[in-house]
């Protein structure tokens, strides 16, 4: 079993819609819990950081953590064609040397 | 955060050949990463370069294929050595700035071996 579970879809949406995005993870020491957004040919890009349990907003995009039940989300709200590409999960443990286990990346096509 | 500039952003290269990749932050950060990734696979951590230290490998990838160099806080390569077409991936580097900032990759080289 992976420590981090990440269905790589691909997931398609029409425009508009609320796209929910999951990972699960095993390691329950697992306390940093981050977002990225990678668009094909480039590098991942860093979209929403969270520490610990909770809820975290940034215009469009909300990130929750559930450390009870080793489950964390992205959703984004009002989806645009531009939201189209691989969102990948990513984590780690204080005690990890800043090593960070990621998902599988799940590939998001917002249809026009 | 900080900028990373990466280059070459892409190459085709013979096999037996050698290819330096150089990574060149904006900023002065102390962990920087390489990362391998295959097409449409996630990424891959090949090793952890610290500035004053040896770099540190993960399973599956050894300093004589893989060698790094830190020089300082803003700058590092990796090479592949005696590539072979199963080295064709993508490869990123990343940089820590601590963890409450996240981390920031380059835009990566995309490698073919022929």
Redesign the interface.
């Known amino acids: 079993q992976k420590e981090v579970e990440q269905d790589p879809g691909p997931l398609s949406v029409p425009e508009g819609a609320i796209v929910s995005l999951n990972c699960t993870y095993s390691n329950s020491a697992f306390q940093y819990f981050m977002w990225y957004r990678q668009y094909s040919r480039k590098g991942p890009e860093l979209l929403m950081y969270t520490y610990s349990s909770g809820n975290k907003e940034d215009g469009r995009f909300t990130a929750q953590v559930d450390k009870s039940s080793k489950y964390i989300s992205l959703f984004i709200r009002d989806s645009q064609p531009s939201d189209s590409a691989t969102y990948l999960c990513a984590m780690s443990a204080r005690t990890s040397n800043y090593q960070l286990i990621w998902g599988a990346g799940t590939k998001l096509i917002i249809k026009p | 955060?900080a900028v990373?500039s990466?280059k070459p952003s892409r190459d085709i290269c013979q096999r037996g050949t050698s290819l330096t990749i150089q990574c060149q932050v904006d900023s002065q950060v102390t962990?920087m990463?390489w990362y391998r990734q295959q097409p449409g696979?996630?990424?891959t951590?090949i090793a952890?370069a610290n500035q004053g230290s040896e770099a540190t490998y993960e399973s599956g990838f050894v300093i004589d294929k893989f060698p790094i160099s830190r020089p300082n806080l803003t700058f590092s390569t990796l090479t592949v050595s005696n590539m072979s077409p199963e080295d064709s991936s993508i490869y990123?580097c990343s940089v820590?700035q601590g963890?409450?900032?996240?981390?920031?990759?380059?835009?990566?080289t995309?490698l073919t071996v022929v």
Not at chain 2, 99 to 108: E, K, P, V
Request: glycine letters at 14%.
């Open positions: 955060s990373i990466q962990m990463f696979q996630s990424l951590l952890t990123l820590a963890r409450d900032y996240g981390y920031t990759f380059g835009s990566g995309r």
